[in-house]
């Protein structure tokens, strides 16, 4: 029996219509454009900024237009995955949200949360249950309204971050193509660098969470930075060197999009152009688990049939990986 690859088919994404620039957030808070691109090279972010509207929304938007474009029956569709850190509410999960909205009569769903990280998980879990020979259609949706955990009187993070969602269909195939090879990591240690202390059972939300502004993202940018670069570079290395990838073997590198130093050091260690990379953080900023769909829906028709592409990403946890993707359509 041919052996079962899981393999992309299609990707669709939506990114919030307003856009926050740099002038704009220098009006809101202490910073300034020279600032913001010199330590993380963002000019710009989308923000969702409709009263009412949260991430599943916008994941809605970018699994439809996915099922368009790959003119996917919503009735086909085994089991829809959605990687993000800002659910809609505590319970129903997005995934259930996104299915029902979509009409996906026959699937199951799952929320799954590793923060930007966490399209990188998902799509190594999809992976797994194509290649179990159990489903034939999955999709994986990476979506977060970071606007809602952002405190925009901080210097430290609103500069950082925007809203948005991407989408894949992932499906199997007997080509020697898609899901290669994986290497995902936590270790507990980021908490007091990167976490979001109210809103759950430990620290449920209060007055005085909310006067101690305990509902927004706390980062300490030096710990993370020097986690970042050291993890995402040293899992990079191995997951190439484990499946014989250098230099021109490795076509794409698809990092998360978290800073531009974080990336350019990175494939500093890869030793891999910049031409080479998929980086848009400038234009949409770091939309967490949307980041890496987002890219792959940017850079679509520059990917060729059996590109070799290099994932890696780091998130809250701290959790990170990378994974080896053979693409699987394109001239």
């Known amino acids: 029996m041919d052996k079962i690859h899981a393999i992309i088919t299609g990707v669709g994404g939506y990114l919030p219509e307003y856009v926050l620039n740099n002038e704009e957030l220098a009006r809101m808070v202490d910073t300034t454009d020279e600032w913001i691109m010199t330590r993380i090279g963002i000019k710009e972010r989308r923000l969702l900024n409709q009263e009412g509207l949260g991430t599943s929304y916008m994941a809605r938007k970018a699994v439809k237009q996915l099922l368009t474009k790959t003119k996917t029956n919503p009735d086909e569709v085994d089991c829809v995955i959605v990687a993000t850190t800002t659910p809609d509410y505590k319970f129903p999960t997005v995934s259930s949200i996104v299915v029902g909205k979509c009409g996906m009569h026959n699937a199951h769903c799952i929320d799954m949360a590793a923060a930007c990280c ?24 990476g979506a977060d309204k970071m606007s ?43 908490f007091p660098y990167l976490h979001l202390i109210a809103g759950g059972s430990a620290v449920p939300s209060s007055h005085y969470t909310i006067d101690n502004k305990m509902q927004y993202i706390h980062q300490e ?5 020097k986690h970042a670069v050291t993890n995402m570079s040293d899992v990079s290395v191995k997951i190439a060197e484990r499946n014989g990838l250098e230099g021109e073997g490795i076509n794409w590198v698809l990092p998360h999009q978290a800073n531009l130093r974080i990336i350019e050091a990175v494939v500093n260690r890869l030793q891999i152009p910049m031409e080479r990379v998929m980086v848009n953080i400038g234009r949409y900023g770091n939309t967490s688990a949307a980041c890496m769909p987002l890219c792959l829906m940017d850079y679509e028709k520059q990917l060729k049939k059996g590109d070799n592409i290099i994932l890696t990403a780091f998130g809250a946890g701290f959790t990170w990986g990378a994974a080896y993707m053979k693409w699987a359509y394109g001239e």
């Not at 940018?221 to 930075?225: E, Q």
């Open 118 to 141: 966490g399209f990188l998980y998902a799509m190594d879990t999809a992976a797994s249950m194509i290649e179990s020979g159990r489903y034939r259609k999955i999709v994986v949706c």
């Open 148 to 190: 809602s955990i952002v405190d925009y009187t901080d210097r430290a993070t609103c500069p950082i971050f925007g809203d948005g969602a991407g989408a894949v269909m992932v499906e199997p195939s007997t080509e020697d193509l898609g899901w290669k090879d994986s290497l995902l990591r936590a270790d507990g240690l980021g």
């Open 221 to 225: 940018g030096r710990a993370v930075y």
